[in-house]
């Protein structure tokens, strides 16, 4: 019964090692290390640094902490592009 | 451990880390046209299906209430027009609609132009020729009759297949195309959908499966197209439209992988949970059960990531739809796979087995989630595509109110349906009429929400059509929910 | 690229993964099922009206299973004498166990209601015998002509389910699914062969 068999073994180790193996490679060269600037790399130049409508001055306060001066949209999205 | 990636300098000098450098607005914008065809085909196919599988649906909901309507013709019997609407929602509405977003998303995230973009509008026709098809025989009383696997496997499902293959090729080529170094969590979800559903789509549809074991292929197959193709592709959309339009980075880049790898592990195991109590061997119903528990943890993961990116700004919701609809089916998806994983108890499930209890379940997963995230996904990326705005802010809010209500009335109705008639059919003193008369009025209640739903869809659909169809100039000043009090922010001071 | 591959790579393991534990691995233990000497394997008008179970849509609303008495009260309703073994299904392809009870369990449906006549009618309408039952009913089974003809079986209907003018002939169809649908009778013993004694709930 291919339930009971060496053969099972062998294959789940086949299929399963290798991505853990280059899980590893990818941890040990720092390939996983940026986890902060993966989460950024969605937005676009200065667009952090917009002013939000909806912030409050704590929140806007952060921003400016964080990112730099506030900017105003330059394209109005939240008014214009729903 | 010493690695060849970190040792070649010729590599890491030829690539410009672009993490770094921020893409500029214009550059988006060019991404954004560079899938312009598929993304439209696929959006305006969807809307299409969507209108169908509406009507399906709507007539399946009444056929509870007055069985004898439409009872002449095969065609029409209750037992092919649902698995029609389930067939056409699925891989008509949500598919589709679905190849759009990860077409749309891919050349974002990788700073790329999309790769093989015809050849995933070729694919988007293919996928779409194999479903008529599919649904045409379904109707015809040519169906596999399997539970979501209806569609004809000799002449519907290869056209599925070569369909989702061109188009996860062109995701897959875009992917290797990238100028990132990394990969954003979006792009983890989407790409690995396309593999992950050719091989359970092919898997399930094998024609050589007999007695339960065919039942365990069925129910592997089923919950697993929710699990990692309708779900992980809504999870990537919802991932970049969050943090996205609240201009905050997710919450944590870690808690993303373990959403997402603890969803592959356990969410591919679930299947089973559909059989509690069934004729299987009960090591596998056990497993079932336990990777259902499992499921906290990713659902949890993402749960707390989601919320925490939003959490202090719901405000943002008033100022657009994309985002109202995103966080709802974000919160959907937690409601609904924490419902998933108490109805997977043993004690729930005795209960609430083979009763209407499910349809409530897998509309909030299916509507409440997968649906209103490609709501939002559409009112994001349509008026960046046509470089148009959505020409009236009326018709979003009727739309979202519409079928945000009907779907929750009909949740509601549903479940509450369900579980009494679930008392009734556990009850051992009780007749069969009981569980159909208890159940009775919640489905008439069923049928009044799918008629908001349907009423929201046509809104939905009309609007799409000004979009797309009409040069009429939006004169709106504010958001749709603009007027709307913040109940869940603090008072902005000035 | 090793990024791209733990992505392709995990993805690939963790599905096949669960594909080995839920198809690969019960398809093998299960090969060696053998069907209960009482069960009988469904001839061809059996099976043109399983067929037709299935073109229609009847496991939308009807299950084919009884389940495990320990938690649930399938076997005190009537439902059957026992929980119903992989055993019982081998001839099953598709499976049709069903995932709604909107109508009653099928199971044993030949047992309970063993009369044709019965099944006929119901099938063409159900509150006709029902008057409760939201099952709808079938009249596309059947044909409908102003007269019957020679050798022509005549369904004899109630008054108000009764077509104003001619007759309801049953077709081959109807007969099918109906001796289909009396053909569903599990209530001989457990098979308790040692390979299912492994796998009985």
């Known amino acids: 019964m291919f339930a009971n068999s060496f053969v099972l073994i062998v294959l789940t180790l086949v299929i399963g090692l290798p991505p853990l193996v280059f899980l590893f490679i990818a941890l040990a060269a720092g390939q996983l290390d940026d986890a902060g600037s993966t989460a950024e790399s969605i937005f676009e130049a200065g667009e952090l640094r917009y002013s939000r409508p909806w912030e409050t001055q704590k929140q806007s306060q952060e921003r400016v902490q964080h990112y730099g001066s506030l900017v105003s949209n330059p394209r109005w999205e939240w008014e214009r592009w729903l | 451990m010493s690695t060849p990636v970190t040792s070649n300098p010729a590599q890491e000098e030829s690539t410009v880390d672009h993490s770094k450098i921020k893409v500029s607005p214009e550059e988006m914008e060019a991404y954004d046209q560079s899938g312009r065809k598929p993304v439209l085909l696929g959006f305006f196919i969807a809307v299409v299906w969507l209108l169908i599988g509406t009507v399906l649906g709507d007539l399946s909901s009444f056929k509870f209430d007055r069985p004898d309507l439409l009872t002449e013709q095969a065609y029409l019997t209750f037992g092919r027009i649902r698995p029609a609407h389930l067939n056409v929602m699925v891989y008509g509405w949500a598919s589709t609609a679905m190849f759009s977003v990860s077409l749309w998303l891919m050349p974002r995230l990788c700073r790329t132009p999309l790769r093989w973009g015809n050849l995933a509008v070729i694919g988007i026709l293919v996928w779409t020729v194999g479903l008529g098809v599919g649904i045409a025989l379904l109707l015809a009383g040519h169906g596999d009759g399997l539970e979501w696997l209806e569609l004809d496997r000799q002449w519907a499902d290869p056209l599925l297949v070569i369909g989702a293959a061109m188009v996860g090729a062109s995701v897959w080529k875009t992917l290797a195309a990238r100028n990132v170094h990394h990969l954003y969590v979006s792009i983890w979800y989407v790409a690995a959908s396309y593999p992950w559903f050719l091989i359970i789509f092919l898997a399930g549809n094998m024609p050589f499966y007999k007695g339960v074991e065919s039942a365990a292929v069925n129910w592997f197959y089923a919950h697993n197209a929710l699990g990692l193709w309708l779900t992980t592709i809504n999870l990537g959309l919802i991932y970049y439209l969050l943090p996205k339009i609240i201009g905050r980075p997710i919450y944590s880049y870690w808690l993303s992988l373990v959403g997402f790898w603890g969803l592959a592990l356990f969410y591919a195991l679930n299947g089973m949970h559909h059989l509690i109590g069934g004729p299987l061997p009960s090591w596998m119903i056990a497993t079932s059960i336990t990777a259902s528990i499992m499921m906290i943890v990713p659902v949890v993961a993402v749960g707390i990531n989601q919320h925490m990116t939003v959490v202090g700004r719901f405000g943002a919701m008033r100022y657009s739809p994309a985002l109202t609809l995103a966080v709802i089916a974000a919160m959907s998806y937690t409601a609904v796979s924490l419902q998933g994983i108490l109805t997977a108890l043993v004690s729930v499930n005795r209960i609430t087995h083979f009763t209407h209890w499910t349809i409530a379940h897998s509309h909030l997963g299916l509507y409440m989630f997968v649906t209103l995230s490609l709501f939002g996904g559409m009112y994001y990326i349509l008026p960046r595509v046509l470089k148009k705005e959505w020409p009236s802010r009326r018709l979003v809010r009727a739309h979202i109110l519409l079928v945000g209500g009907g779907m929750v009335l009909y949740i509601v109705a549903l479940g509450i349906g369900g579980v009494l008639q679930g008392l009734s059919l556990l009850a051992p003193g009780e007749g069969f009429e009981a569980s159909v008369s208890s159940a009775k009025p919640w489905l008439l209640l069923r049928s009044v929400s799918a008629v908001i739903i349907s009423a929201g869809h046509l809104v939905f659909a009309y609007h799409a059509y000004l979009l797309a169809f009409t040069s009429r100039n939006s004169l709106t000043r504010h958001p749709p929910f603009y007027e709307l009090k913040p109940v869940l922010v603090k008072k902005r001071v000035p | ?201």
């Open chain 3, 1 to 201: 690229m090793t990024r791209i591959l733990v992505l392709i790579m995990g993805a690939m393991a963790t599905v096949i993964f669960a594909l080995v534990i839920l198809v690969i691995l019960p398809n093998s233990m299960l090969s060696d099922l053998k069907a209960p000497p009482q069960l009988k394997q469904p001839g061809q008008q059996e099976l043109l009206g399983r067929q037709l179970y299935i073109s229609n849509g009847c496991i939308y609303c009807h299950t084919q299973q009884v389940r495990d008495p320990v938690f649930t009260t399938d076997i005190h309703k009537g439902l059957g004498n026992r929980p119903s073994v992989p055993a019982d299904y081998v001839y099953d392809a598709p499976h049709l166990l069903g995932t709604m009870r909107t109508g009653p369990d099928l199971f044993n449906v030949g047992t309970r209601l063993p009369d044709r006549n019965w099944h006929l009618l119901h099938l063409y309408q159900p509150r006709a015998l029902v008057p409760w039952s939201i099952m709808p009913g079938f009249p596309f089974l059947f044909e409908h002509k102003p007269t019957a003809e020679a050798g022509d079986k005549v369904l004899d209907i109630p008054k108000p389910y009764a077509p104003s003018e001619g007759v309801v002939i049953i077709s081959k169809e109807a007969e099918a699914l109906v001796a289909y649908l009396i053909s569903l009778q599990h209530n001989y013993p457990a098979p308790d062969s040692d390979a299912l004694e492994e796998v009985q709930p």
